[in-house]
């Protein structure tokens, strides 16, 4: 792909400049993404990257527990389609296109459901069968009000797969047979992200002592603080004996009934909202169908904007190799080249004026100056040449490697920061600094690795010094 420069790149301290600004701000964009995304990854239709990930931190996303009403729920399917309909323009025979359309479809016919589901979920021998078989027998003591609902036991291990079915839910019941472990708690906070209506269910309740079951049901309070009962199911059968007026005794095993009321309770309140129920579960499909969708898109844009990053970090290269002067006092005193935001802007529908990317640059710089990321990845890359003198000793090699290095991870970063914006904004002027700080961090730290450097040096030798054997490259 080649790349037409709309204005001319500045050479030298202007040309280096930019490049260092471009690569903290595209490495913290990396990060950003990659936080972004327990969520991952989804429930829907082959999104389990999101349910690995944090749900996208944007208005469709509510508190645990709180229900939606249509409008809301209207207005997530809408913001969803705007990100599929962006997909179809950009790569209009995408062959996730079909599936994409079809969930869309299907999201509004849910609005209008009338069938409630509720998964049953939990690890393993805690019971979950035999609720679903006491709740269905017992279904006339609950008021179930026009509709029968659909328990459905979900997953044996607790694990992405509780996420995906639970997350197509309506309310969940979680059990237990006893205080929580780790697993089933990080489970429960993954439930609670989804912002799935769900009771916790102490099951078995009945083979502890009273005390024991007392302290039980207090610590589960304490730890979820929502919804707990204790029920037993299927409660241990008991020996029954009976002394005649003859002396003789009689013993037998007596079967105990299930001991639900107090969950019965719990879902006829919980099973009132039926609609709100079934609105917010079809904001929470509609949400991660976004997320999904926007991945795709993201993938896309990606594969636009990776050639770019590539031109210009070798731009920067070649631009500090001819006129090695210290990074720090080019990025302090040059002035900044801001091409590369508008180009990169431009794929993700970040309009920014000449202006404003030259803001978007000097703030860049300053921030990388403050985290003192050039001056550790001049080190960094220092190191690593000087376990070859003939390639060390070239002027300015270390300069020229280190600022296509920087000028890459700061392309990647601005990439992820653009990712997490809404889709057709028509300014990219409001940049979030903490979050640019964050990333550009995190990003830096993660391209730190030795094994990268040196591939990423090895590339950078055969650019600026094509005439070096390869076998005096750092290998």
Known sequence: ?????????????????????????????????????????????????????????????????????????????????????????????????????????????????????????????????????????????????????????????????ILTEAAKSDAALFLTNGDLTDSQFQALQQLKRLNLPKILVFNKQDQYLPDERASILQSLKQRVQEHVVAVAAAPVAIKVRKHEADGTVQEWMEQPAPDIQQLSQELNELLLQQQKLVWTTTARQAVLLKVEAKNYLNGVRRDRATPIIEQYQWIAAAAAFANPVPALDILATAAINAQMVIDLGNIYQQKFSWEQAQTVAGTMGSLMLKLGLVELSTQAIGSVLKSNAVTFVAGGLVQGVSAAYLTRVAGLCLVEYFEQQEIALDSGSNLNLDKLRQTLQKVFQQNQQVALLQGFVKQGVKRLLPEAHPMEVVG
Request: no cysteine.
């Open 1 to 161: 792909m080649v790349v037409k420069l709309q204005r001319p790149i500045l050479v030298g301290g202007l040309g280096l400049s930019f490049s260092l600004w471009m690569v903290q701000s595209w490495h913290h964009s990396i990060v950003q993404f990659g936080e972004l995304s327990l969520l991952s990854v989804l429930a829907v239709g082959g999104g389990l990257w999101l349910l690995k990930r944090k749900l996208p931190k944007d208005g469709s996303e509510q508190p645990d527990g709180i229900l939606v009403d249509r409008a809301t729920a209207e207005s997530a399917i809408a913001k969803t389609e705007v990100v599929i309909n962006q997909l179809t323009q950009e790569s209009a025979n995408h062959q996730a296109l079909g599936t994409l359309r079809n969930q869309l479809d299907q999201l509004s016919v849910e609005l209008d459901r009338q069938e409630i589901r509720v998964a049953v979920t939990g690890g393993k021998s805690v019971g979950k069968s035999t609720l679903i078989e006491v709740l269905k027998s017992e279904k006339q003591q609950v008021n179930f009000q026009e509709t029968t609902p659909l328990f459905r036991e979900v997953g044996n291990q607790l694990d992405v797969s």
